[in-house]
């Protein structure tokens, strides 16, 4: 009898783990981020979020509001400072003031980072270059890139004197 206690108890634990162990990483909560893209423009970064939210969460999105769903979005990104642009139930963009560290005329750093989750596709974009990242929970070392800001570098240019 105390056989079969432990047998059950094994295959009820058994149950219970299984699909712990195939939860999905890039799930957080009722979210499933689909791909993340970071646009930086001088020392902003320009945050994009596609995801996918459970069907029996909808309804109670439109009865009490996004609060919590803005919240699990905060917590996946993890910056500091974010600030939320635009959010439905299937994207939001969010822009992060001094993401990246500025050295003066026009250079830039944007450092490692750390997401909360795995996200399946991330995307970091320049105006020099892409790079795109697969299932992965971090941007690692960080990216140098140039942003010229026009109105920093326009001058006046002399007027030559005419001769007569």
């Known amino acids: 009898m105390r056989a079969q206690a432990i ?4 295959i009820f634990l058994l149950g219970i783990v299984t699909p712990a162990m195939g939860a999905n990483e890039e799930r957080y909560g009722y979210i499933t981020v689909q791909d993340v893209t970071v646009q930086l423009r001088n020392d902003t970064a320009l945050i994009n979020v596609n995801y ?3 069907e029996g969460t909808r309804i109670i999105f439109f009865l009490l509001g996004k609060q919590d769903l803005k919240n699990k979005l905060y917590r ?11 959010i439905d139930l299937q994207s939001a963009e969010f822009s992060v003031n001094a993401a990246a560290y500025s050295y003066g005329k026009g250079i830039f ?3 490692a980072h750390q997401f909360n989750i795995v996200i399946p596709s991330l995307t970091i974009q ?4 892409t790079r795109t990242y697969l ?3 971090t941007f690692p070392n960080g990216m140098g890139y140039f942003d010229v800001n026009p109105e920093q570098f326009t001058q006046q240019i ?7």
């Open 7 to 10: 047998a059950m108890l094994a």
């Open 135 to 137: 299932m992965t929970s």
């Open 76 to 86: 996946i990104l993890n910056y500091d400072g974010a600030q939320m642009r635009r």
């Open 109 to 111: 750093w944007y450092p």
């Open 126 to 129: 320049s105006r020099q270059v």
């Open 52 to 54: 996918t939210v459970d």
């Open 158 to 164: 002399p007027q030559i004197p005419e001769t007569t």
